[in-house]
Every structure is written in structure tokens, then in C-alpha cells.
């Protein structure tokens, strides 16, 4: 059996969900290793969508176990609230949450709310979650982990000493409202006997799963360009979205993962702030988002759309260690007469040998283009390779030649069934066990 990750390779909302369920008829287990309710990944099968949040995408396989890591952020009642919306699925004995990981509490929404109104037109322009100050609390060994939501006293303590400090800088920095500590400690307390069910040494059960020959699933949140080491940093998420996160957040030795699987769409969004070489800011870019629906999943914002970036995807091959790639919403592209990929990038007249680490450069940089013609016919009913128009084949070899990875899943809807899988690829057959 094979265990493997599952990463964007973009800036997110690559289509992840989709096929992380898709593949999860394959493996036993699906883990999310970072990040916390900022994502949103939607699922649709047989017509019917589900978007998940926090709750990896493999839950809505009845038999399968789900893992949420010490490296995911957790807000115990965003959890709640999904297994609520999952009741059907019967989430008890099969969902485990790390009780090494941290918890979200309402000063560390307050806390980034105040920073991004601070920052003004230089925001993030974050989900609002409370994801950055978890992770800024954690590194400063601050932190509340789930564990101690069961130990009344040392949680009580701990949350008031983190009020205290969070309220001083909410009214001194910010000129912020301050919170109540006792408030936040009942909440929490009250609902503690309902997360307990759920928490586990996660590792511990990952680490036997693998020993005894069970499959893993590891499902990124986010993508590779939203990283907080390799990303477009600082306008980053602050968890690592790519691969290697899969280690440190789930607990597991790198000799466990047998592959990476990245998921691209056949196209570039963006939500939230940043540099974005590819983006069109014109009427192609709305018609691009109208097709792909491209709304986000958590906050209901437009995403910001524009051509395929194989810069960026051949970056996100580079520091994932990418074994294949999915190439998601094929179909989006069905109507247009021409596309254009981005081949790499010029910054006054040089071309650029790899991605630029400053964020100015990166806003500076000048796409090269190479013009591919449109098949201008509807793929979503393609199941098969063979039966997609040549010019689709052309654009998806063209990718992944420029991306220096090969392309083994291609979707063409967001229906489960929507799928063209290369069954045939060596690196897929490595990496699903077979
Ligand atoms: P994730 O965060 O990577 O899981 O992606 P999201 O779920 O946020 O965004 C992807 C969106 O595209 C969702 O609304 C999916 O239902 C949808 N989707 C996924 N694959 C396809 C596809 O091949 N074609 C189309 N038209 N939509 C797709
Ligand atoms: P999935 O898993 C797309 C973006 C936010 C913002 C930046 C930092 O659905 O692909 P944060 O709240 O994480 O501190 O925000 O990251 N962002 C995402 N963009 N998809 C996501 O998740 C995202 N999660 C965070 O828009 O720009
Ligand atoms: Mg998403």
C-alpha cells in the first residue's frame, strides 16, 4: 500500500476536494496536515455539494478514517458546526483531531481583524479566521493545544494570560475593544465534552496505520504559492501548504510517502492580495470566472482570474517534489478561440532562469506568452483521453512539458464523475499502490 500528498500547486482552490474524494476509493486514510477553516474544498457527487472546511474531503466515504494533524489550526466550533453538516456520514470512531493541535480563540480573530484594518490598502486581505495569529501563538510557545480544553484549570489559565496580553495590544496598538476572559473560557469549557470523542494521538494512530499497511491519504489546504516559506510571501497564508508540511503536521517520517500528487487548475486564481503576473483584469477575466464559478468557497469573494502560469507550476514541481499532476476545470476553457500559457517571465528585458523570491520583482515581471488555439467544444461529458478534442490533448501536453510534469488526472467538471484518469501512468500506478 501506498501512502501519498496531495498539494496545490497554485495559489489554492485548485480543485483539491474533488479529487481528493475521487482518490479516496484507494486509501484507507485521509489526513490534513495544515491550515484551518481558511480553506474550502467542495465536493460534488451526483449532484449534491458538500463544502468542507476543516473535515479533510475523504469523509464523504463512509468507511474511510479522517485525521485532522497537529499542524491544522482548529477552531472547536467550526468543527462542530461541520460534523453537525456531516451527521449523515456518522463522524463518530472515524474522525480523529491531534490533540497536539492548536486551537483558534477569538482573540487571535481580533487580533488579525486589527491588523488588517492597520495594514489598509497594503492587507492581506486574509479570511478573517484567525489562522495567522494561532500560528504567530504557537511559534511564540504560547499556544493552547486541544489536549489542555481537557484540563479545566491549565486551560482556564492559560487562555487568561493570553486575554490579558491580547487585550493590551488590542487597546494600546490598535485602539481595539478589549475581550473577556471568562467568556471565552465558559464557551470553550462548555462544549469541550463534545470535541473530546475526537481527539487522539494522532501520530501515534498514523504511525501504526502505516506500520500495519494501511493507506494515507495527506490532503493540502491551500496551495504551494500561499506557503509561508516558498510562497509569495508576505501575502502567504502562515502554515506549509506544500508537501514537506505533510511531515511535521501529521506526524509522519518522509520515508512514509511513497508520492506527490499536485493538483493545478488549466487555469490561475487568486483570492486575497498579492502578486499575480498572469492575471487578467479585463472582460476575459470575468468571463473566465462566470464559467468557473470562481467565487471563494469560505468568504463567497470573487477570485481573481488569469491564464495558466507554468512559472509558477513548474516552482510548485520544484519545492513539492511533484510526482504528476491533476489539471482541474479543462472545461472552463471549453468556449475560448484562443489560449494563452505563460512560459515564463522577463523583468527588464531578462529572462528570468527561476520564480523571484522579492515581491517587487514579482509584481514587475513581464509573462511571455505562447499562444495555443481553443477546441471551442464541451469536454464534460469526456471520460476517456482518446475522446478529447486534439487540441485539448495538445494543451495538456503543452503543460505539463512546460510545467516538467506529467499530467495523469484531468477534470472536466465538478462532479465526482467528471474525471479522465491515465490509469496507464507509471508515476500514478507507483503512487496508488498498484
Ligand atoms: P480546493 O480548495 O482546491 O478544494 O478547490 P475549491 O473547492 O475551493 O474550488 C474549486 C471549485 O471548482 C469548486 O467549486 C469545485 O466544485 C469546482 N471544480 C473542481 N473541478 C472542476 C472541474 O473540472 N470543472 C469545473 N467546472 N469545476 C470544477
Ligand atoms: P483552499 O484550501 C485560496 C488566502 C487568503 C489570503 C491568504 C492568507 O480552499 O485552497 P489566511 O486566512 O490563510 O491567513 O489568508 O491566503 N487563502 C486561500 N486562498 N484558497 C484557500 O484555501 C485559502 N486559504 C487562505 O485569501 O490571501
Ligand atoms: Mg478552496
Known amino acids: 500500500m501506498s501512502n501519498a500528498v496531495v498539494v496545490g500547486t497554485q495559489w489554492g482552490d485548485e480543485g483539491k476536494?474533488?479529487?481528493v474524494d475521487l482518490l479516496m476509493d484507494r486509501f484507507d486514510i485521509v489526513a490534513r496536515y495544515q491550515?484551518?477553516?481558511n480553506a474550502g474544498h467542495t465536493v460534488i457527487i451526483d449532484g449534491r455539494k458538500y463544502v468542507l472546511h476543516l473535515i479533510p474531503s475523504g469523509v464523504l466515504r463512509p468507511d474511510k478514517v479522517c485525521v485532522i494533524g497537529n499542524g491544522v489550526v482548529v477552531d472547536p466550533f467550526a468543527l462542530l458546526e461541520e460534523a453537525e453538516m456531516l451527521q449523515e456520514f456518522a463522524l463518530n470512531g472515524r474522525l480523529l483531531v491531534s490533540n497536539r493541535a492548536h486551537l483558534i480563540l477569538p482573540y487571535?480573530?481580533?487580533?488579525?481583524?486589527?491588523?488588517?484594518?492597520?495594514?489598509?490598502?497594503?492587507q492581506i486581505g486574509t479570511t478573517l479566521r484567525g489562522i495567522g495569529?494561532?500560528?504567530?501563538?504557537?511559534?511564540?510557545?504560547?499556544g493552547v493545544r486541544l489536549a489542555e480544553l481537557f484540563s479545566p484549570e491549565t486551560f482556564r489559565a492559560k487562555v487568561e494570560s493570553n486575554v490579558e496580553f491580547a487585550n493590551r495590544i488590542l487597546s494600546k496598538v490598535y485602539g481595539a475593544p478589549a475581550l473577556e476572559a471568562d467568556r471565552i473560557v465558559d464557551s470553550y469549557l462548555a462544549i469541550s465534552d463534545r470535541i473530546r470523542p475526537f481527539a487522539a494521538d494522532t501520530a501515534e494512530y498514523l504511525g501504526g496505520a502505516v506500520r500495519n499497511g494501511r493507506s494515507v491519504l495527506f490532503e493540502g489546504a491551500q496551495g504551494a504559492l500561499l506557503d509561508v516559506d516558498h510562497g509569495t510571501y508576505p501575502f502567504v497564508t502562515s502554515s506549509n501548504a506544500t508537501a514537506g508540511g505533510a511531515c511535521t503536521g501529521a506526524g509522519v517520517g518522509p520515508g512514509a510517502i511513497d508520492g506527490v500528487i499536485g493538483i493545478s487548475k488549466a487555469y490561475t486564481t487568486r483570492v486575497g492580495a498579492g502578486p499575480f503576473p498572469t492575471e487578467l483584469a479585463d472582460r476575459l477575466g470575468e468571463l473566465i470566472r462566470a464559467r468557473g464559478a470562481e467565487f471563494g468557497a469560505s468568504t463567497g469573494r470573487p477570485r481573481r482570474c488569469g491564464w495558466f502560469d507554468a512559472a509558477v507550476v513548474r516552482y510548485s514541481g520544484l519545492i513539492n517534489g511533484?510526482?504528476?499532476l491533476a489539471i482541474t476545470k479543462l472545461d472552463v476553457l471549453d468556449e475560448l478561440d484562443e489560449i494563452q500559457v505563460c512560459i515564463g517571465y522577463r523583468n527588464r528585458g531578462k529572462r528570468l532562469d527561476s520564480f523571484p523570491a522579492g515581491i517587487e520583482e514579482l509584481r514587475q515581471v513581464e509573462p511571455i506568452y505562447e499562444t495555443l488555439p481553443g477546441w471551442k467544444s464541451d469536454t464534460s461529458q469526456v471520460r476517456r483521453l482518446e475522446d478529447l478534442p486534439s487540441a485539448a490533448r495538445l494543451y495538456l501536453q503543452r503543460l505539463a512539458e512546460l510545467a516538467e510534469v506529467e499530467v495523469?488526472?484531468?477534470?472536466?467538471?465538478p462532479d465526482r464523475k467528471e474525471t479522465v484518469i491515465l490509469e496507464e501512468s507509471p508515476q500514478l500506478r507507483r503512487i496508488l499502490g498498484k
Open 17 to 19: 476536494g474533488k479529487i
Open 35 to 37: 491550515g484551518g477553516h
Open 108 to 122: 487571535h480573530r481580533a487580533l488579525e481583524a486589527a491588523e488588517e484594518s492597520r495594514l489598509a490598502e497594503g
Open 133 to 142: 495569529p494561532c500560528y504567530e501563538d504557537k511559534m511564540a510557545r504560547r
Open 322 to 324: 511533484l510526482d504528476t
Open 408 to 413: 495523469s488526472i484531468i477534470s472536466t467538471g
